[in-house]
Every structure is written in structure tokens, then in C-alpha cells.
């Protein structure tokens, strides 16, 4: 979604005094319109329909439909808002949830007004934004469930070489010299040393032993 001069922004939540707060905290801030309120999740669409957010604000817990299967209805729709969960739940479940139902943002309701404001400007610019709390929380999960973001960030560089630039790589990687690489592979050591130079030009690197890092935190299989 491109930036825009001023971000209109539903409200839906159960709690009619959090609805008010937020319409008149917001309406405090420059560049940003409270569009109009809701006070639960199956009113969203019409709402949608009605007033064209740019950002839905989404409470979790509600009476009739919850925030989040109303996150995954909406995310759903033909060019839908973008939608900042704003909720006391941060429970793993929640967070992952509304992750991958789209929401742009998973907020606190104890997050600082001037934060909420940043983070509704930000995801209506199409950045995504999580609060220090809960980025911390998914780290942990993605921790958790092994998953490993420099292991892959080191695969994905390493898409860059060729096959046979690969199997050398494997074998610096465990650290063997020219020669023995050579002797291994049946090939001269100079055709070793040019695979070497290549490697170090595609990868961006300055020597054979930042190659040898790579491949250890890209931890792959010997060859």
C-alpha cells in the first residue's frame, strides 16, 4: 500500500470505553482520521465497506466474531486495509495467528499512544510492525520450532554458486587446503584456487576462511 497524507482507521473492539479512548487518543495525532468505531468482529466488513480504512485497529476477544477470524476474512477480501492487532492477549497462539492471517501489526494495549500512532502510519505505508514484546516472543517460537535465520540466510547466499563451486565450498568448510580439495575432487590445484576467486567475487567475501564460516552457519551436508 502506497503512503498516504492522512491514514483513516477503524476501530473495532467490545469495550465501548476502549472505542472512545482510542477515537479521541487518535484523533490527537497529526495524519490520522478515526473513520468510525465498531464493537465486534462481524461488523467489520460492512464497516469496511462503509467508511474504506486504510488500518483497521482489531481487538482479539469479542462476543460474536474474534479479531483474529475477522483479520483472516478481511485479509481474504480484493485489496483489503491493512489490520494492526491491538489486543492484552500475546499469547503464542495469538501472535501466530494473526501472522499469518495477514495483519500487518500485533500491538499491546499498554503500548504508548505515540507508538500506536507510529505503528498505524508504518503499516499504512505497508511496513509491517510488531511491538519489541512481541517480535521478542516470535524469535522465541521460531527459535523453538528450529527454525534458524542465519542457517538460511547462509543457504540463500550460497544459491549463488554453481555445483562445483558448491562442492568446494563444502570442503573449505571443513577445512581442507587447495591440495587436498584438489586431490579429493581429481583436479588441479590451480583449477581449485580459480574456483576460490569466483566464490569470494559472487559471495562478496574477502578470503577462503570468511567462505569457511559461511558454510558452517549455512550447516550443510558433506558432499
Known sequence: MAAVETVRVLIVDDDALVRAGLTMMLGGFDGIEVAGAVGDGDEVAAAVDRLRPHVVLMDIRMPRLDGLAATERLRAR???????VLTTFDTDRHIQRAIRAGAGGFLLKHTPPARIADAIRQVAAGEPMLSPEVLRRMMGYLADAGVNPRRDAARLRLTALSAGERTVAERIGRGLTNQEIATELRMSTATVKAYVSRMLTKLDLNNR???????????????
Open 209 to 223: 576462511v570468511q567462505i569457511a564460516l559461511l558454510v558452517h552457519d549455512a550447516d550443510l551436508p558433506v558432499a
Open 78 to 84: 480484493p485489496d483489503p486495509p491493512e489490520v494492526i
